[in-house]
Every structure is written in C-alpha cells, then in structure tokens.
C-alpha cells in the first residue's frame, strides 16, 4: 500500500504498471474500494471521503484521479485558489498548482507554452514562499523543462542555470519523491541539455540519475523510457531495448490507463526509430 495524499516519501501523485504495485502513490483506499464496491456506491463515498478531507488533500486526491472526469484537474485547482484565499502564504498550495499545469500540458496540443509559463509562476511563487518546499520546487523544475523544451532548447539556454537549481534543491529535499522524480528529471535535464561548452549535458551523469530513478521507482513508466534513451544515446541498444519492451508489454494501470498508453505509443516510436524492433 502507498502512501496518503500529502506523504511525501514517494508522491502524491502516479501510478504503477500494474495495480497492485507497492509504494504507488496514491494507491489508497479509494482504489481499493473501488474495486469491491458497484461504481454508484464508491461515487457516493467518495464524495464523503472528499468532503471530510482538508482542501489540500482534496485537491491531491482530484490530481491523482484526473482520468476519472474531464474536470478533475479543474476542480483541484479552484480548491486550491480557494484554499489560498484563506491562506495566501500556502508554498504547497502554489506547488499543487504548478504540478496540475504539467497535467495539463500532457494531454493538451496546443498553449503548450502559456500551459508550462503559468506553471512555472505558480512554482516560483510557492519557492518565493518557502525554498524548502517539496513540490514548488519540483514542479517548478519541471514546468521549466518542459517550456524549455517547447520554445526550443537552443533558444532556452538561459534557463539552465534555474532548472538545475530548482532539481538540484529537490534532491536535498527528497530524492524519492514521485517514484525518484527528482534524480529522473537530473537525468532527463543532463540529456536532454548541450554538452560543455554551451551547457552541462552529460550522458553518463544522466544514466547515473536515471539508474538511481529507477530504485525507488522501478515500476514507474517514465523512469524506463528515460534511461532507455540514455543507454541508446551511449550506444547500448540492447540496454535500452529491454526497458522499452517492459514498458510495451507491462499492463496498463486501471486508473492512468491513458497515461500508461502514451508512454507505450513512446516507446513504439523510440523502437521503431532505433531499428529495434
């Protein structure tokens, strides 16, 4: 079993391959009821259980089920804008906020760059707020990377410095969070950033990153098809291949199914590309 929304060994947000995964988070009650109960009786205590829940640990549980309804992820954030209205000073608030425009920014095809700005002002706000706070500065990492990546790598080196700090800060904070989110988004970063001199790209640091990723997350889909294109790039195809066919053949979570989906449509691609099949 994982742990609660808001524990932060872990995440408060994911899944595993597979439904009985140890140490998914949030793999809680809910999932359980919702298999030994008809779908209109978990609706109704759901909405119990929501009701009785702090707003931040509301909003964490509609993050977790965004696959559940179109408007799950909206719902989260008027919490949270709710919850700050109480409660301006809220880092963790602000983190929550950053983490559901990455959500956003996974499903959706166009605003990609307004989608990943806005989460990158939430994650700064909450860092403003609190430097310790786990998920402002995760989130905030990612936002950044991923709007990097979106406006052009080479036209975003200024952004280098920023995102190794907020990974890096991550790290010290807790390297396990989000099945080791930290050390896979070092990895990610390092390989995805030029080498020396124009930036701090390193594929071997990255593997060393992912390898670790991949010890509190093993099952984690995104751990896999990073450090596959890792090892491809180190020119161990045979290395890479063998995560890509776990992803490919591992089944699909109940719960993130469209999710799980896309990191195997990924890792056809990257097969395919490679001359892997």
Not at 178 to 200: I, Q, S, T
């Amino acid at each position: 079993m994982g742990k609660l929304p808001g524990q932060r060994n872990g995440a408060n947000i994911g899944h595993p391959a597979s439904d009985g995964w140890a140490g998914c988070a949030p793999e809680i009650a809910f999932a359980v009821f919702s298999m030994a109960h008809p779908e209109g009786t978990f609706r109704g205590s759901q909405e119990f259980r929501m009701d009785n829940m702090d707003s931040i640990d509301r909003a964490i549980q509609l993050i977790e089920n965004r696959e559940q309804g179109p408007d799950q992820l909206n719902q989260a954030e008027a919490v949270l804008k709710e919850h700050l209205k109480g409660d301006a000073n809220s880092a963790r608030a602000y983190g929550l906020l950053a983490q559901i425009q990455y959500w956003r920014g996974e499903v959706s095809s166009q605003g990609l760059l307004e989608i990943y700005q806005a989460g990158v002002d939430y994650g700064k706000k909450g860092v403003e707020l609190d430097e310790n706070n786990l998920e402002s500065q995760f989130w905030l990492s990612v936002n950044y990377g991923f709007y990097g990546e979106t406006r052009g790598i080479l036209s975003s080196l200024f952004l280098i410095d920023p995102i190794e700090h907020a990974i890096q800060k991550s790290l010290e904070i807790d390297e396990s969070y989000f099945f080791g989110g930290p050390h896979r988004a070092m990895g990610w970063f390092l390989h995805r950033v030029p080498p020396w001199p124009l930036g701090k790209g390193d594929n071997r640091k990255a593997l060393k990153h992912l390898e670790k990723a991949l010890e509190y997350g093993p099952d984690f889909y995104l751990n896999r098809l990073y450090i596959a294109q890792v090892l491809i790039a180190l020119r161990d195809k045979d290395g890479g291949r063998k995560h890509l066919e776990w992803i490919i053949a591992a089944p699909l979570s109940s719960k993130h199914p469209a999710e799980d989906q896309r990191y195997k449509d990924q890792a056809r691609q990257i097969m395919e590309k490679n001359g892997l099949n």
